[in-house]
């Protein structure tokens, strides 16, 4: 069954863009319908002066089905994103944004939203690590970016990788840990103590690189990084870009994780798992690494809705 798609643009390359990706697909696309006649849970990609000109009938519109582009700075759209509440603002990033887009489309309309399935190609090679504790971490980060191929890349995306994985790792074993641990009237831990988790609570990391880009994924079994302490975390360090005071961390970490990242993505399902996602797309140029324009996205599962891994 095809899956509809209302695109609002006045740019006819957007849309000629997004049409072409969406050949391959089973979405069907249409430009500029009438809104107060289009079924409600389609999908709506629209550019932000089209957003910011129809704002008041976007007002009704689930954030889970609208796709916001922009081409402004990473942080006036992290602005926009705050303002009004959105869960995908999608960089306009020439050649790529397309593809970007119905990737994350097929992903929110088979509402399977865990792990790197929908972003790598079927012959990605994937490292699975698991951790227990604070100790090594950052060796086997290493070790397992030591298997893979970045000669066709800049010179420096196995520091940045190396920096997001320890600071998303951190977040895992310290943040969600001590949340439970004052659920149950125990005292937190600093990140300067060594932890140790059990059973089900290992945090995995996955590392998976294709012909199109490498992508790094951490899982915890908390979940606890809700929407709005995310929003909070990322417009604090937008503004003063300076270290939280905090025993279990600086909240520091999600902001540098979202600027060295071509693609920030957050699934989240409250009290059960958070996993965050960077892609950084294949580009032998730094400065064309730098000047893409950062994409946000956040998928929220319900306990309704069938949990799935892949």
Known sequence: MNAHVAVYTNDS?????????????NFSVHESPDLAEYQSQHFIICDKESFLAREKEFESIDKYYLYVLSSDSNEENMQLVEKYSLQHLVGLN??????????????????????????????????IISLSDSKQTNEMIQDALGHFDFHDYFSSPIEYIQVMANELISNSL?????????????????????????GSDLVQVTLGMDNKGVALSVQDSFGGLSYDLLMASLKRSFQEKTVMEKKDGAGLGLYLTFLHSNQFIINYRKDFRTEVICIIEKNKRYKSYKQRIRS???????????????
Do not use: C
């Open 174 to 198: 310290y943040k969600g840990p001590n949340r439970k641990r004052q659920e149950q009237g125990l005292d937190t831990v600093d990140r300067k103590s060594p932890v140790f988790l059990k």
């Open 94 to 127: 020439d050649g790529v944004f397309a593809q970007e887009v119905f990737n994350h489309l097929t992903k929110a309309f088979n509402k399977k939203i865990w792990g790197l399935e929908s972003y790598m190609a079927s012959d990605a090679e994937v490292k």
């Open 296 to 310: 946000f996205h956040f998928f929220q599962e319900v306990p309704s809705e069938k949990t799935t891994d892949k």
């Open 13 to 25: 390359k957007v849309f000629e863009q997004l049409k072409k990706a969406a050949n391959a697909t």
